[in-house]
């Protein structure tokens, strides 16, 4: 009877044990586009920026592996432009997603703003289509973390779970704002407002698409800094600068019906359907940061071109044959995404749409280099 007993003991503690490992899981993601970019490590590339051009350059970089979005759903990520609106001693930093021609998706905004003390202040806002209302982090200022604030896909906490390991952050840093390269060049006289000159079929010569991950291959890659973005930033309930809200937010914020159209519909559920990927993130971010315990991004003496001359390009579609292993997405569809051809505009060819409309042309498409 007491071998029965401590049976049915160790059966309930497993199934517990599963319980609350599923639910950290389920808390661990917004189920919004959003968890595919993850605001802590723009953030984070963002402090360690000394300029917004290279801070984009970087950002839509395949090795930083930051940028995971795929919001027109072509399978194909999508370029971020990054456009400073400032107005005064406040800068609203967009970030934002041509969708097509027509329509543009912003995706989150950085809100920088001096007071009258020259002390500067900075958040991190996340588009609410994208990321659900009132998304905000910030970089920490001595005092705990901020209590009630929407969780971060993955980060919400001081206590994180992590391929079954519970890390716990202990120690805060204070961050200096002004002393961030980016924030001091924008503050200096000679800087000049950048405005991203790229748009729906016109990127920058390194620019080279590739399939997006799954979610949790991408969360595993981001799960190894989970204790350094805790000592740096938090989240936060409220906004600092008025601007946002009056000058942004209620007249200037970009949004597209294709995007809240496949967030209605579910179109972007696909990106969790492989869970069993999180172990390969973690062993990516292992093999690419073996003597680092910090994110690697581009060095910056090659911040202004990053190399894509070792990317291979395959254009016939990845096995499907069992037991084959991919961690990016599948394409489900044709693409709809113009080919990057570097500072020339794009080629057309014939439209297929049916021939009692007007006859219209699309820019080339190609296929983007298949990982091996």
Same mark, same amino acid.
Do not use: C
């Given at each position: ?314 254009? &016939?579609? #990845?096995?499907?044959?069992?037991? =084959?292993?991919?961690? %990016? +997405? !599948? /394409? *489900? $569809? @044709?693409? &709809?995404? #113009?080919?990057?051809?570097?500072? =020339?505009?794009?080629? %057309? +060819? !014939? /439209? *297929? $749409? @049916?021939?009692?409309? #007007? ?14």
């Amino acid at each position: 009877m007491r071998n029965v007993n401590r049976f049915q003991i160790t059966v309930l503690l497993i199934i517990t044990s599963l319980s609350v490992k599923a639910q950290n899981t389920q808390d661990e993601k917004l189920n919004l586009p959003g968890d595919n970019l993850n605001l802590y490590a723009v953030l984070n590339l963002f402090q360690e920026s000394e300029t917004l051009e290279s801070f984009e350059k970087n950002l839509n970089a395949e090795d930083s592996k930051i940028n995971n979005l795929d919001l027109n759903n072509d399978d194909k990520t999508d370029y971020i432009k990054v456009i400073d609106n400032a107005e005064g001693e406040t800068h609203l930093i967009v970030l934002q997603v041509a969708i097509n021609q027509k329509e543009n998706q912003d995706v989150a905004v950085f809100s920088v703003s001096k007071d009258e003390d020259k002390q500067i202040q900075i958040q991190l806002i996340g588009d609410e289509e994208l990321y659900g209302k009132d998304y905000i982090i910030e970089p920490n200022s001595g005092e705990s973390a901020s209590q009630g604030a929407t969780p971060n896909p993955g980060y919400s906490s001081n206590t994180i779970n992590s391929e079954g390991k519970t890390i716990v952050v202990e120690k805060t840093v204070v961050v200096q704002v002004q002393t961030w390269p980016v924030i001091t060049y924008m503050y200096t006289p000679a800087y000049v407002r950048w405005r991203s000159p790229w748009y729906w079929g016109y990127y920058p010569p390194y620019w080279n698409p590739w399939r997006p991950y799954y979610w949790d291959y991408y969360y595993g890659y981001h799960s190894h800094w989970h204790s350094h973005y805790h000592d740096h930033y938090h989240n936060s309930h409220y906004y600092r600068t008025p601007l946002y809200r009056n000058n942004y937010y209620n007249r200037n914020r970009s949004q597209s019906s294709i995007v809240r159209n496949n967030r209605t519909i579910g179109n972007y559920n696909k990106t969790y359907s492989k869970p069993e990927t999180r172990q390969d993130g973690s062993a990516e971010f292992t093999r690419k940061n073996q003597n680092s315990i910090r994110p690697s991004f581009p060095s910056k003496s090659n911040s202004g071109s990053i190399n894509n001359t070792n990317r291979a390009v395959n254009n &016939t579609k #990845p096995s499907t044959k069992p037991g =084959t292993n991919f961690n %990016t +997405r !599948p /394409a *489900t $569809r @044709p693409s &709809t995404r #113009p080919a990057s051809n570097g500072n =020339t505009r794009p080629t %057309t +060819r !014939p /439209a *297929t $749409r @049916p021939t009692n409309k #007007p006859t219209v042309t699309r820019p080339r498409t190609t296929r983007p280099a298949l990982r091996k």
